[in-house]
């Protein structure tokens, strides 16, 4: 006879509850210890802006994958943003190439893979000072 499920309360044998176990058995900080240290870190300022305190809040940004990825919730890997430098990275990231690598190279970090190599495109701040120069 199957028993009903804790996690969906079918009667069944559940996967789901395998997938809960197997993620409880991951060592290492969890997401909040690792928000706490890099808002330490950053001293709440935005780490990727002008500096000072943001006006409308900061969170917390993965560098490399994100919150799903397990391996990747490291200290090391997240940055201290305020929302609008959050939203902006999302839709340029090659603009915040030399803040991120100046970042990396400040606190001893390893360089994030999307930020080896060459830029993938002209960074739209370049882009923008060149046709300005053009006209």
Not at 56 to 67: D, I, K, Q, V
Not at 69 to 93: G, T, Y
């Amino acid at each position: 006879m199957m028993r009903r499920c804790n996690h969906c309360k079918r009667r069944h044998i559940c996967s789901t509850k395998k997938k809960v176990e197997r993620l409880r058995r991951v060592s290492g900080p969890t997401i909040k210890q690792i928000r706490e240290g890099v808002r330490k870190r950053a001293g709440n300022d935005c780490e990727l802006g002008p500096g000072g305190v943001p006006e409308w809040g900061t969170e917390l940004h993965h560098l490399e994958g994100g919150s799903g990825r397990l391996a990747l919730q490291k200290v090391e890997n997240c940055m201290w943003v305020c929302m609008d430098c959050h939203k902006a990275f999302h839709r340029h990231p090659e603009d915040y190439r030399r803040v991120v690598l100046n970042w990396a190279r400040q606190y001893g970090y390893p360089v994030p893979r999307r930020f080896r190599g060459p830029p993938k495109r002209i960074a739209t701040d370049a882009l923008k000072a060149q046709e300005k120069g053009a006209t």
